[in-house]
């Protein structure tokens, strides 16, 4: 079945340090991917998406372009912030049932 | 629209009590979903509505588990009896019938069997 696959947390950066969250995705036919982010004690929230092949979808100046050819859906921050400070999902929505499956979420933690 | 609606936000209750979380979609969405969020699982999918019919209940943990969507604007997750084990956050999310588009989440039932 569908899956996606993203890099073991927590993350601990700097602030004004670079970001990268890897995720890779199984799924028959072309999903929709998605990056959720949850602050805590609250519920998810979309962050970008990207619907089709070589699409980049940015927001807060995090960017991820999907892949095709590696099915990868990376999540890129060139300068993170303290209240960045949060767990990251990626996702997939499948084409024919249109059910939203989740990656395990990376927790990241931005220092000041 | 003021969102995906759950209530309660924190629900105790004691072993072998019945427990009913609330949802509210998004009014126009086609789709509701159920997730469980634990530290050692993740977020799992237990069931999805399509038009209020479940489509899919193979992620529901056991028999124990039933959700009902009776109209286009309500469901419940009800876990009778409850155990130690089912506590988590018990999310619910909607979404329209149309490819790309996300899910919107609610904010969570926060659940603790003691």
């Known amino acids: 079945g569908d899956s996606v696959t993203q890099m073991e947390g927590p993350v601990t950066l700097s602030e004004e340090a670079f970001l990268t969250i890897n995720c890779t995705y199984t799924?028959?036919?072309?999903?929709?991917l998605f990056w959720y982010v949850q602050y805590p004690g609250e519920g998810l929230q979309l962050l970008l998406k990207?619907?089709?092949?070589?699409d980049k979808g940015s927001n807060k100046g995090f960017e991820a372009t999907y892949r095709k050819e590696t099915t990868s859906f990376h999540l890129e921050k060139g300068s993170v912030q303290v209240s960045d400070s949060a767990v990251y999902f990626c996702a997939l929505s499948d084409r024919g049932t249109y059910k939203y499956i989740f990656g395990t979420g990376t927790r990241l933690k931005v220092l000041a | 629209d003021a969102g995906v609606i759950q209530s309660p936000r924190h629900e105790v209750t004691e072993m072998g009590q019945e427990v009913t979380l609330r949802c509210k979609p998004i009014s126009g969405h086609d789709y509701l979903f159920w997730y469980r969020q634990t530290m050692m699982r993740g977020l799992e999918l237990l069931i999805y509505?399509?038009?209020?019919?479940?489509?899919?209940d193979s992620g529901m943990p056991e028999d124990r588990f039933s959700a009902k969507m009776p109209n286009a604007s309500f469901s419940t997750l009800k876990i009778q009896p409850s155990e130690p084990r089912d506590s988590a956050v018990y999310f619910c999310?909607?979404?329209?019938?149309?490819?790309?588009?996300?899910?919107?989440f609610g904010q969570g039932t926060r659940l603790t069997v003691v």
């Open positions: 999310a909607s979404s329209l019938f149309r490819e790309g588009t996300e899910a919107f």
């Open positions: 509505f399509n038009n209020n019919v479940p489509i899919d």
């Open positions: 990207a619907t089709k092949a070589d």
């Open positions: 799924a028959t036919g072309y999903p929709s």
